[in-house]
């Protein structure tokens, strides 16, 4: 039987939900390395809506993170609130400002953030029973935050690129962040927790894919 892996959006759209390129690279690379997934996402609103033609906020409108996100997953997805750990064998976060802003508040609060009730049951319950953790571009931040020493847990590395600012809130958190190109992937070992920059970094499409490609190979080594 496949392993099974749980992939956790927030949106659909770079600016107020999940990177698209991100997330479609992330079930390209499951696929291709033969697991099985079910996508999940807050039955929730977004913090806030945005045009994405003009990168400019909407602030007239509202929209639900579980319905946008049924874009990305072609109608098959389930509330965050339902994904039980015990039936998956790993879970994936790809990026977007919808990790840094529906996930969390981190894209408003930085190091002393808040990871919604939900999300953060889900990296203790996945970390608790040593299965796999995938995260990428901003969403390490979550990692950081749950599992940092700054909040009791053990500490964990992540990488979010070469992002100063970002670096500096992670350490905050009690996280290490290895600075690396968006073409790679970085490891912890101890946490199983796998991360790569992608959109963190100036980068291609290409070079994002073949970084998300990298941490899905990870993760799928460890599933072995």
């Known amino acids: 039987m496949a392993k099974r892996v749980a992939v956790v959006l927030s949106g659909c759209g770079r600016g ?3 990177e698209i390129h991100e997330s479609v690279s992330v079930l390209i690379h499951l696929s291709r390395a033969g697991l099985a997934y079910r996508c999940f996402a807050p039955d929730a609103p977004q913090r806030d809506v945005v ?3 003009t990168g400019e906020p909407s602030p007239a409108e509202t929209r639900n993170q579980m319905v946008e996100a049924a874009r990305i997953a072609r109608g098959e997805i389930a509330p965050l609130s339902t994904l039980d750990v015990e039936a998956f064998d790993a879970v994936v976060f790809p990026g977007g400002f919808g990790a840094a802003k529906n996930l969390c508040d981190f894209a408003l609060k930085g190091a002393d953030c808040r990871v919604e009730p939900d999300v953060a049951r889900v990296l203790k319950g996945f970390h608790a029973k040593k299965k796999p953790i995938a995260l ?3 969403a390490p931040v979550l990692a950081a935050k749950v599992l940092g020493t700054g909040n009791a847990g053990p500490g964990c590395s992540v990488t979010i690129g070469h992002d100063e600012g970002t670096a500096k809130a992670v350490a905050a958190m009690g996280a290490t962040n290895v600075a690396l190109g968006a073409t ?5 070992a101890a946490n199983k927790v796998i991360t790569t920059p992608a959109y963190m970094c100036d980068a291609s499409p290409h070079e994002v894919f073949t970084g998300i490609g990298k941490m899905i190979d ?3 080594a460890m599933l072995r």
């Open 51 to 53: 045009n994405h033609a």
């Open 136 to 138: 990428c571009c901003i």
């Open 184 to 188: 790679h992937s970085h490891t912890d």
């Open 218 to 220: 990870a993760m799928a």
């Open 16 to 18: 107020d939900g999940s």
